[in-house]
Structure formats: structure tokens, C-alpha cells
């Protein structure tokens, strides 16, 4: 059974850092480079929306939201996925969740992203809150 475990989150003053991390569990090593993995938020009363991803070949993807801020990387199945958050502001707070699929094109933007539903795999999530 594959599970994700999203942690790292906290309370940050706008302009500051935070990196998440998200522990996979119950995906083989020979297969976790044909996953897609992305990271999305969801704010009280909004959708959930996609914020970045990383395919097997470490092509990234953006939400214009987060773009030249956010940082996503992967490591192997055992160092998982990353966030690197910098110069947060208190539009990004929001549960963020990280998730996992072997999908194809592995895309937060342009006209066709992917969507949570998209994904088989999800973690809880892990609270960010940036003061102003």
C-alpha cells in the first residue's frame, strides 16, 4: 500500500522560507522514477490547486503563482519530494499535500494540468501559515 507522509510545515513571517518534504512509502525503487510528483494547496473556501511538479527526469513545472519562489526536487524513493519555499507571502498559506502517479505530461500549468483527482496517491497534508 502506498502512502505519503507530507511534513515541515509551520508559521513563517511574509518574506520568509520553509521547505517541505514528503516521505513515499510502498513504491518500489525500480519503479519510483515513472511517477509524476507534484505538490498542491488548498486554502480555507478555495480548490485545490496545483503548485509544482517533477517527473522521472526532474523536468519541473510551475503554478505562475509560486514561479521563480518555489523550488520542487526529488530525490530516490527513500529522500522522496521536496518543496523549497522562499519569500513567502500570506497568499501561500494553505494544507499543502503532496502526491503521486505514473501521469502523463506530469504539468501543473498550461492548458491542461493535472489535477488532484488525477493522482492514486495523497498524503494529508501539512499546514503552512505566512503572518503578515
Known amino acids: 500500500q502506498v502512502q505519503m507522509v507530507e511534513s515541515g510545515g509551520g508559521s513563517v513571517e511574509a518574506g520568509g522560507s520553509l521547505t517541505l518534504s514528503c516521505a513515499p512509502s510502498g513504491i518500489q525503487y525500480s519503479t519510483f522514477r515513472d511517477y509524476c510528483m507534484a505538490w498542491f494547496r488548498q486554502a480555507p473556501g478555495m480548490e485545490r490547486e496545483g503548485v509544482a511538479s517533477?517527473?522521472?527526469?526532474?523536468?519541473?513545472t510551475y503554478s505562475e503563482s509560486v514561479k521563480g519562489r518555489f523550488t520542487i526536487s526529488r530525490g530516490n524513493v527513500r529522500n522522496g519530494l521536496s518543496l523549497q519555499m522562499n519569500n513567502l507571502k500570506p497568499e501561500d498559506t494553505a494544507m499543502y499535500y503532496c502526491a503521486a502517479e505514473n501521469l502523463v505530461p506530469c504539468t501543473v500549468e498550461g492548458d491542461d494540468p493535472a489535477t488532484w483527482d488525477r493522482f492514486a496517491y495523497g498524503g494529508q497534508g501539512t499546514q503552512v501559515t505566512v503572518l503578515s
Open positions: 517533477i517527473d522521472g527526469n526532474g523536468r519541473t
